[in-house]
């Protein structure tokens, strides 16, 4: 061992976090796990360990992308790093016992392969009580509208994380009109790139800025069905 490696173990918190965000820069899949897992043992909770270490540390690497200081091979292995991190903190998330709240099905539109904002707010549905059919990435619509007859979800959410892929989101939006069954179901859209009125431009039922969002959106429309199902 040279005398300059760092020992996560015996950084601080707020070290051990900075390091983080330097490791996922630079794509360390094994420190990325080592890290979330101390965090985990020094009592951290799973949702700050997410926000904190591993979605602050995408930010970083999102910054340096946009800026062209760092290019998709270097970016991919911080996104597998991210996905390792995240990978440890799924079961955590979704171990909540919360009470049963609906059927989502969510998938990042046709032309568009960034899934891992996507992941977190399927990860934090599940916690939240939700059961959730992710379709994955490059989701024509057909894929919604399969998945719709099968699973008969209660909502339905899209990713979009390029300007020239959210425009999609309305074809699906206008198929599902086309078809007759929009307003059967509740339409969340979200990613970097949207924003609310993007969100009512397409006609969904509303955009969510990011996962915690999602999950209360959603809370709210349940509650608002089954209030409607109450009355009538
Ligand atoms: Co891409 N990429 N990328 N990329 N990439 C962006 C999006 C970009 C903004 C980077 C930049 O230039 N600053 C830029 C888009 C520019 C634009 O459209 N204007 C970009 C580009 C250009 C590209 C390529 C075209 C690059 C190229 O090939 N030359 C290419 C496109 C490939 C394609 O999709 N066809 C590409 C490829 C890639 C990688 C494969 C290398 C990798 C993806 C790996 C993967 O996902 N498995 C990647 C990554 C990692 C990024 C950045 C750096 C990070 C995205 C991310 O994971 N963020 C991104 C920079 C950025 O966004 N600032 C960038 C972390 C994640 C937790 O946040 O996804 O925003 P986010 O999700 C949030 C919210 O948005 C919201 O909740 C989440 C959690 O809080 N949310 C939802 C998201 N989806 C939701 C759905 C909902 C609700 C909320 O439904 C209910």
Redesign the pocket.
């Known amino acids: 061992m040279s005398d300059d490696e760092i020992i996560l173990s015996e950084l601080s918190d707020d070290e051990l976090v900075q390091q983080m965000h330097d490791d996922l820069y630079d794509g360390l899949k094994e420190e990325i796990e080592e890290g979330t897992n101390i965090l985990l043992e020094r009592g951290w909770e799973p949702y700050k360990v997410l926000t904190e270490a591993?979605?602050e540390g995408?930010?970083i690497?999102?910054?340096d992308?946009?800026?062209g200081i760092?290019f998709?091979?270097e970016?991919?292995l911080?996104?597998?790093a991210?996905?390792a991190g995240m990978f440890i903190l799924r079961p955590l998330l979704a171990a909540t016992n919360a009470p049963k709240q609906g059927k989502?099905v969510?998938g990042?539109v046709k032309?568009?392969?960034?899934?891992?904002?996507?992941n977190?707010?399927g990860m934090?549905m599940e916690g939240a009580g939700f059961d959730v059919v992710d379709l994955g990435?490059?989701n024509p619509v057909e894929n919604y509208l399969n998945a719709i007859e099968e699973h008969q979800p209660d909502?339905i959410?899209?990713?979009?994380?390029?300007?020239?892929?959210m425009p999609y989101m309305k074809v699906v939006i206008d198929t599902m009109k086309e078809k007759g069954i929009r307003d059967d179901y509740v339409v969340?859209?979200?990613?970097?790139?949207?924003n609310e009125e993007f969100g009512k431009a397409v006609g969904a039922d509303a955009?969510?800025?990011?996962?915690?969002?999602?999950v209360e959106?959603?809370k709210q429309f349940m509650k608002r069905k089954h209030n409607v199902h109450a009355s009538a």
């Open positions: 591993l979605v995408m930010r690497v999102g910054e992308f946009r800026d760092l998709v091979p970016v991919l911080s996104a597998n991210m996905k989502l969510i990042t032309g568009d392969i960034h899934d891992i904002g996507k977190l707010v934090m990435i490059n909502l959410g899209m990713s979009a994380l390029l300007t020239t892929t969340l859209v979200g990613g970097a790139p949207l955009y969510c800025r990011d996962a915690a969002v999602a959106t959603a």
